[in-house]
């Protein structure tokens, strides 16, 4: 079973970068999740990509993990992010775009 080791980005109801500098090692499914016939509702038989999540302070410590335990992963990097500078004034700039 391979797990994926990523930093998470923010998401779109926080305004702040709170709880995106840990690093979080979680496990793939090997199935993909079914649904129940009878009841409708949906799972899988395996715990781990449903439930475990370990997080990390840095990435080397998550590869560290990953490694001493003999679990296969995968690391995906963050995206640098891109502040685009902004300013009240371009609002009435005479030649703005658009």
């Avoid at 998550?62 to 891109?82: F, K, S």
Wanted: glycine share 6%; hydrophobic share 35%.
């Amino acid at each position: 079973m391979t797990a994926r080791i990523y930093c998470p980005a923010k998401t779109a109801m926080q305004s702040g970068r709170a709880k995106t500098h840990r690093w979080i090692l979680e496990h793939l499914p090997k199935t993909a999740k079914t649904a129940d016939p009878l009841m409708g509702w949906t799972g899988s038989s395996e715990m781990k990509a449903d439930e475990l999540r370990l997080t990390f302070e840095t990435r080397e410590e998550a590869v560290a993990y990953a490694e001493r335990n003999g679990i296969a992963y995968r690391v995906m990097e963050n995206q640098a992010r891109r502040i685009v500078p902004k300013s009240y004034a371009d609002n009435f700039r005479w030649q703005r775009p658009g």
